[in-house]
Structures are given as structure tokens and as C-alpha cells.
């Protein structure tokens, strides 16, 4: 199996100039604000505070590059969070299209979204994009620890559903137990072999 340990942090970026130009593959990990990107990366890397994490969303406004050794990932800035001002909304909007307009330089993207929740509607517009773009993405069930496993398999489902793809193409995992991990690991195992 892939080895993701030994992750480090690269470097944050506010704007289009100071984007990476990825010399392996990128996989991008993207979806509202709280949804789990942080922990996620944390529970990748095996390490507690790589990514910050936040009990308050809407704190990552910036790209955050990380070094994983045979990839690398990029720590989107979360979309969806109601209590900031227009012009930040705006900003970040810019932000995310600037990224994905470099589409060349993503293998892979990573849609975040708590499994308790159904897609919101910024959700569905990132599907939308990113089906439009010809993106390859999986969408990862976030916080799966909140479900018995047999209410993880009606969401898992549900949430495949809702956001019109295949049960395969959906991962529950949790940050807190590490459950999901190794599925993970396997589709990054899959990413790359085919960016090879
Ligand atoms: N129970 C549980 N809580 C989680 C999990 N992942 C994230 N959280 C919590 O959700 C909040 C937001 O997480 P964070 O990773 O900062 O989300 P981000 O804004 O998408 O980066 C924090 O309070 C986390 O502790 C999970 O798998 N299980
Ligand atoms: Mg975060």
C-alpha cells in the first residue's frame, strides 16, 4: 500500500501568482467550510496539527499546499459559510476559479461534505463545475463517527444519489476514529496510477 506519511506543509497561497506548479500529481480537497478538509489532511498524514483545524468555520482563506512524497495536496479554501461580507465571498470565488482554471495541474478532487447533510447548493454548483471542466472527483462523507454503520450505508447511498454518482464514488470516512482511511489510500492509489 501507498506510504502518506511524513507530510509536510509547503506553502499558502492568496492569489493566482503564487499557485504551485505541481511537479507530481496534485489532488485537490475542496467543499464547505467546516466540512472536514483539515482533519482530513491530518488523518492522511498521521499527524495532528499539519492542517489547522477549526470548531469555527470559515477560517481558511487561502491554498495550502502539502508535500505527501508521491503526490501533493492542495487544502482548498471552504466555500459555503454565511457570516462573511460579500467581497470576501467574492475573493474566495476568485480564488477557486483561478485554481481550477489550471485544471492541467489537478489529478484529482476531493469533495468534502458532512455525511448528516445533504448536498448544499454550493455543493451541487462545484459538482456541476467540475463535471463541466471534465474533473475527475470522489466525494468523501465526512464525520461518519456520527452514524451507526447501518445509517453510514443509507447516507452513503443517499448521498451518492443526491449528488449523481455511483456508491463507488463516495468514501465515509471520520478523522476522529480513522475509519475510511485505507479506502482513501486506495483511491489516491488509483489517482496515481493512472496520472502515471
Ligand atoms: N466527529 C467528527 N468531527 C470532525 C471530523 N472531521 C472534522 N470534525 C470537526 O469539524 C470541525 C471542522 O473541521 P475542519 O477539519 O477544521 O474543517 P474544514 O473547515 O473543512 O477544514 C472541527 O470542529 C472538527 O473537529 C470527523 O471525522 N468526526
Ligand atoms: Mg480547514
Known amino acids: 500500500m501507498l506510504r502518506v506519511d511524513g507530510a509536510t506543509f509547503i506553502t499558502s497561497a492568496a492569489r493566482r501568482e503564487q499557485f504551485l506548479s505541481p511537479d507530481r500529481p496534485m489532488i485537490a480537497v475542496c467543499g464547505k467550510s467546516n466540512s472536514g478538509k483539515s482533519t482530513l489532511i491530518n488523518l492522511l498524514a498521521r499527524r495532528k496539527n499539519l492542517a489547522k483545524t477549526s470548531a469555527s468555520p470559515g477560517r481558511t482563506r487561502l491554498v495550502n499546499y502539502f508535500d505527501f512524497g508521491e503526490f501533493l495536496l492542495a487544502d482548498l479554501p471552504g466555500y459555503g459559510y454565511a457570516a462573511v461580507s460579500k467581497e470576501e465571498k467574492e475573493r474566495w470565488g476568485r480564488t477557486l476559479d483561478a485554481f481550477f482554471e489550471r485544471k492541467g495541474d489537478i489529478a484529482h478532487v476531493f469533495l468534502l461534505s458532512d455525511i448528516r447533510r445533504d448536498p448544499s447548493a454550493d455543493d451541487l454548483q462545484m459538482v456541476a463545475f467540475l463535471n463541466y471542466h471534465i474533473i475527475p472527483f470522489s466525494v468523501i462523507a465526512t464525520?461518519?463517527?456520527?452514524?451507526?454503520?447501518?445509517?453510514?450505508?443509507?447516507?452513503?447511498?443517499?448521498?451518492?444519489?443526491?449528488?449523481?454518482?455511483?456508491?463507488?464514488?463516495?468514501?465515509?470516512?471520520?478523522?476522529?476514529?480513522?475509519?475510511g482511511r485505507e479506502e482513501l489510500v486506495s483511491a489516491i492509489e488509483a489517482v496515481l496510477s493512472r496520472s502515471e
Open 143 to 179: 464525520k461518519c463517527d456520527k452514524l451507526s454503520r447501518m445509517q453510514r450505508r443509507e447516507r452513503t447511498r443517499h448521498i451518492a444519489n443526491a449528488f449523481g454518482l455511483g456508491e463507488g464514488n463516495v468514501i465515509a470516512v471520520s478523522g476522529l476514529t480513522g475509519e
